[in-house]
């Protein structure tokens, strides 16, 4: 009896020792590595090229927060604060420390990212690019070389997409940082860095020098004649009425003789200013402000004949000598206030469902939440496309606390009482239904062939996801502790007094300001364009009778919990 027993002793000691000796071997490799690893890419002056170097967004009072790990010692937040934002912005140190240590923070976000050959940017330019290649110049929390507007895509970033975007947005220069970073402007603010800081290549073009941490590499776009300029992201406010004084406070009083809304834009634009104000012959250009409230707006006619309608037309009777009507236009400027996005400065106990059936919406509620509140959204998924489009609560854990609330087009009682509150996301299941097949299909903006609407998917598309259309919502109704209901086309229609219900559900107060930011930049990188429809209709009379019976069941389910019906447009009369 004893032998046995000493020989199986034996064994598991020799199997003890075997996994620890495995274990060190293990570990000591992954040690050697990451040390050689660090040793090239950093203690090199001259490397010919650095891995792409972004991490996840934390919020500027988050930085000062030191249990939140790597995360809270982001690059990105800081670029995000304005002045006196992060904990490290008053700090000078060396070029070559503080690009090594950088580095080093921001290494265990690349192995998350596809491959792509790291290769050595020539710092001789070549003329391939269409823009004028100006230098690397430092952009950091204490010198920010462009302060425009910005462009996320990890994927598939080059020095042509970032000049067409700066320059459809209205700006003259293009910086591109650590490989993957669109930044734009109309002036640079800081100085110039030495080449070599910028030797990180686009993720998206090889051989494109696209900056390097904490510098750009920033290029002069094509500039087109005055009047000939084509800009994204022109909205018309309306028309409001203003007193001399609050006139006097805009930075910007351009006198135009042959003033046209065109040209007034670009001169806004030019001076980096979100709103251009016109009242023949003269241009005003300012930041957002109460003053441009909605509430505020005054009758369509008080502007009689818009923008180039001469200023003598542009007042009426009633209205009293100090003031006169103005036409308000959103330039493509992004105010500097909307770009400020962050976590949670302290984690939420409570967790706050974002949920819709697929293809109803739930990325652009996200994007005017995030607006709306400066803080990030998280997701149930991961989805590595609105990651790369700077949706950064992607890859936060998503019962973490730190989003103001969370996607999920879950519909299980188990995953429903997850959450201790939720705002149910409505839309037409038709158009769901098409969104949800065009995403498929091809992707967040793209659409689906004549050829694919035609296929047996289609049908097969349609008799499975209908009825989830239907449990989704019957569900959440049956399971949901506390409901905020939301139709999608409802938030189309009233924009600002949906986003304050939203608001007040989520317990956030939000700055009118915030809400003019969310006004201004509604649609977001993920507006599918409507242009391409298929060109017959995809509901044959069965599926129309089926998923009208859907919206039926639903809307009885609404009203039985005193929510608001199904709006009349679900079923055409």
Known sequence: MVAPFCRLRCLLKRAQMLLLCMGIAYLMAGSILLLQRSTIRVAQQYAPALPLLQSLAAPPTVLRVTSLGVRARSRWATAQSMSGGGARSGQHWPASRSLGVQHLHRRWFHSLLPDNPEQGVSHTRTS????????????????????????????KMTSSLCQDTCSESGYQFAGLEYGVECHCGNRISSPQAPEEDCSLVCRGERGAPCGGVGRLSI???????????????????????????????????????????Q????????KELPLAVIRKPHCFCTWTSSVFSLDLQSEKHQCVGGADVRAARNSTPAAPADHRFYQVYHTPVLDARCKERMFLP??????????SFPGAGNTWVRHLIELMTGYYTGSFYFDGTLYNRGFKGEKDYWKSGR???????????????????????????????????NRKCAGHLGHATDAQWKSKEWPEFVSSYAPWWTSHALSWLKFGRHLLVVHYEELQRSLLPQLRLIASFLNITVSEERLLCAQSN????????????????????????????????????????????????????
């Open 263 to 270: 040209s007034c834009v670009e001169t806004c634009t030019d």
């Open 346 to 355: 302290q984690r939420s106990s409570s967790l706050v469902a974002l949920s």
């Open 128 to 155: 391939r690019h269409k823009g004028t290649y100006m230098g690397c110049f430092l952009h950091n929390a204490s010198d920010r070389a462009l302060g425009g507007t910005m462009l996320y895509d990890l994927r």
């Open 219 to 261: 290029y002069k776009v094509e500039q087109q004649l005055p009047g000939h300029r084509k800009f994204k992201n022109i909205h018309h406010r309306g028309c409001f009425m203003l007193t001399q004084n609050v006139i006097s406070t805009f930075p910007i009083n351009a006198f135009q003789p042959n003033l046209t809304t």
């Open 522 to 573: 509604r649609d977001g990188h993920f507006k599918r364009s409507g242009a391409q429809q298929p060109s017959f209709d995809p509901f044959t009379s069965d599926m129309r009778r089926m998923v009208d019976a859907f919206i039926h069941t639903v809307d009885l389910a609404l009203q039985s919990r005193n929510f608001s019906g199904i709006p009349q447009e679900y079923i055409p009369r």
């Open 403 to 437: 989003s103001i609330c969370v996607k999920t087009h879950e519909s299980g009682q188990r995953e429903i009482e997850m959450f201790d509150s939720a705002i149910l996301l409505i839309r037409n299941p038709y158009r769901s239904l098409m969104a949800e097949f």
